[in-house]
């Protein structure tokens, strides 16, 4: 199945932009179901770095560890999920289409280990392909309110 891609115009500069859609710390004010994040080198992340994305899932909170792919301020920024039955790829890329606006894409795929195999097809991918647009426009929102 193709990836899952959703793109939203926030009126915020790419710098902005990235720096907010990116940082672990503030998944949960914009992501359905995140509860916490973090990146374990925040000061300077580069490819390896883990992040540690904890979501209330079935009653229960979960955490799943994350590796940084590849990250290239402000345009690019990827990790893919190592551990657990349902492991995330996740693409961020910020196009600026002016000094104070900016395009922002999220493709989010997923690949599913052991049980992960007959969830992701059924249940994870619907979820989410209803969850993305919802969590783009919590994001659009947070951002051009300033916060």
Known sequence: M????????IGR????VFAYATDPTRFHEWQSGVVDGHLD???NPKPGAL??????IGGANRTSTSELTHINPPATWGVRGIDGPIRAIVDVTVEPLDTHRSRLTITVDFAGHGIGKILVPLVV???ARKEMPG??????????AGK
Do not use: Y
């Open 13 to 16: 500069s790419a710098p902005e």
């Open 51 to 56: 992040c540690r994305t904890t979501r209330r």
């Open 125 to 127: 991918r619907p979820e």
């Open 135 to 144: 969590n783009l426009a919590r994001l659009k929102q947070h951002l051009e």
């Open 2 to 9: 193709a990836p899952i891609t959703v793109s939203t115009d």
């Open 41 to 43: 080198s925040p000061e």
